[in-house]
Nanobody
Framework: QVQLVESGGGLVQAGGSLRLSCAAS????????MGWFRQAPGKERELVAA????????YYADSVKGRFTISRDNAKNTVYLQMNSLKPEDTAVYYC?????????????????WGQGTQVTVSS
């Protein structure tokens, strides 16, 4: 049974920073790619960032490029999302997910396990 547990969400003022963590268990973490998604009220879930199994390749949505950084520590079975210069439009529930492949995955349906989500609220 694969489990993904996110943490690190909260309330922050615009311009502030947060670091999300996602602890994984039940799968050989280092063999699979990971992604961070978000879903705002009334909107579809969107891919924010993705990282390959080794961490050597990353992907970012245009809306977060230059502000967010995805990274992973395979020794700790954890993936991170460092979020800087936060904006009110970044407010959403953030989810981590794992895909059954080593490379970058940008197709949502290729992710097969999801965490429960953590709320990020950015006030103006």
């Amino acid at each position: 049974q694969v489990q993904l547990v996110e943490s690190g969400g909260g309330l922050v003022q615009a311009g502030g920073s947060l670091r999300l963590s996602c602890a994984a268990s039940g799968r050989t973490f280092s063999s699979y790619s990971m992604g961070w998604f978000r879903q705002a009220p009334g909107k579809e879930r969107e891919l924010v960032a993705a990282i390959s199994w080794s961490g050597g390749s990353t992907y970012y949505a245009d809306s977060v490029k230059g502000r967010f950084t995805i990274s992973r520590d395979n020794a700790k079975n954890t993936v991170y999302l460092q979020m800087n210069s936060l904006k009110p439009e970044d407010t959403a529930v953030y989810y981590c997910a794992t895909a059954r492949t080593k490379g970058i995955v940008v197709v949502t349906t290729w992710y097969d396990y999801w965490g429960q989500g953590t709320q990020v609220t950015v006030s103006s």
